[in-house]
């Protein structure tokens, strides 16, 4: 893409403007999952370390499982921000995966990968479906 341009409902400096903040937000999360995979080796270590039976290989277990939930937030995170850069390439950024209207600058300022509108994604979470993160 050589620059910024207007589409779905966003002039072309919104555009550039959310572009820049999923850039950071991208950064943010391939230095959470760097972070994340150093504490799970760690952490691994001192679960097999003695042999993993006693009391405290059992609150290493528990915070080794905490640590795979967390590196499955970001990842999760870094997923919809990579599909957010993929809407962009293709002109579809802005739009609601689900009801095709305009999702409007404001709720993509607060959430750059949003692939939903507000209503969809209330929607989506009432029913108990997979809500994209972060929505």
């Known amino acids: ?24 937000l991208k950064r943010d999360a391939l230095a959470g999952v760097r972070r994340a995979a150093g504490e799970l080796k ?3 270590a001192d679960l097999f370390r003695d042999g993993g ?13 905490r640590g795979v939930a967390g590196a499955g937030q970001v990842r999760a995170a870094l997923m ?3 599909a957010a850069e993929q809407r962009l390439k293709a002109g579809d950024y802005g739009l609601c995966e689900d009801c095709g209207d305009v999702i409007g600058y404001a709720r993509l300022e607060a959430q750059p ?3 939903r509108c507000v209503r969809c994604q209330e929607q989506a979470e009432k029913r108990g479906g997979p809500a994209h993160f972060p929505g």
């Open 80 to 82: 919809a921000i990579v």
């Open 1 to 24: 893409m050589s620059g910024p341009v207007a589409m779905n409902g966003l002039d072309a400096r919104q555009v550039s403007r959310l572009c820049g903040e999923l850039e950071r």
């Open 53 to 65: 039976v006693s009391g405290d290989g059992a609150l290493a277990e528990a915070e080794f499982e």
């Open 113 to 115: 990968a949003a692939s």
């Open 42 to 44: 760690e952490e691994d």
